[in-house]
């Protein structure tokens, strides 16, 4: 168990909706990592949170949009789904500095019909 | 080059065989390279990692050897156990600090066989 929680397991959903993904990182990290992973692109860096505020951006669709809360957990919302959307999805946290270890949380797996 | 090349695709090892996996980057700029073991149904998890300023780093049967002039780096696996059959990421990280975002390989399904 790496520390990191993430809700829900499951998520299934039409075309069109929105829905949001919660974690909450292990006690004492401020940072916050979003990744996709589908099977044709991979594991993917999607943004990064360090104490509520965006430090980095990859290839995150403008459908998406995530948060780090005052108490450090974080969603990622998902607007106007796609087929294509279907994939897990990881959060993973790190304290930052020269380390930086990330550890993943066990994922939400996100199914568009 | 962003990207880091991961091969084999899948591998397939007798149960006390050695497993080795093999990644290269381009972006001399990576810091850290880290490598992840991910059983399905279970998010990534962290087995060891490297900075590129030491050769080699080895945690009980799992060593990472880097070579910083070709910029490759592997996963060794020794005595390879039924248990360790799992898909393995390599990954690096960009720009350390307080932007740690990982780049990951494309990932190595490993099969230790009994």
């Known amino acids: 168990d790496s520390g990191v929680t993430q809700t829900p397991k499951h998520l299934i959903t039409a075309t069109g909706q929105r829905v949001t993904l919660r974690c909450s990182p292990r006690?004492?990290?401020?940072?916050v990592y979003w990744y996709q992973q589908s099977l044709d692109q991979g594991l993917q860096f999607l943004i990064q949170?360090?104490?509520?505020?965006?430090?980095a951006k990859g290839n995150i669709l403008e459908r998406f949009s995530a948060q780090q809360f005052p108490d450090l957990h974080s969603e990622l919302n998902l607007s106007s789904l796609e087929l294509g959307d279907s994939a897990l999805y990881f959060c993973?946290?790190?304290?930052?500095?020269?380390?930086?270890?990330?550890?993943f949380g066990p994922g939400t797996r996100l199914t568009v019909t | 080059q962003q990207q880091v090349k991961q091969s084999p695709q899948s591998l397939i090892v007798q149960k006390g065989g050695i497993s080795i996996i093999n990644c290269a980057y381009e972006?001399?700029?990576?810091?850290?390279f880290p490598w992840y073991q991910q059983f399905p149904g279970k998010g990534p998890a962290l087995l060891i990692a490297i900075r590129p300023d030491v050769s080699e780093k080895k945690e009980g049967r799992f060593t990472i050897s880097f070579n910083k002039s070709a910029k490759q780096f592997s996963l060794h696996i020794m005595d390879s156990q039924p248990g360790d059959s799992a898909t393995y990421f390599c990954a690096a990280r960009g720009y350390g600090g307080a932007t740690n975002k990982l780049i990951f390989g494309t990932g190595t399904l490993l099969a230790v066989q009994p």
């Open positions: 006690s004492g990290d401020l940072s």
């Open positions: 949170y360090y104490n509520g505020e965006e430090r």
């Open positions: 993973a946290s790190s304290v930052v500095g020269e380390l930086g270890e990330q550890y």
């Open positions: 972006n001399t700029a990576f810091d850290y």
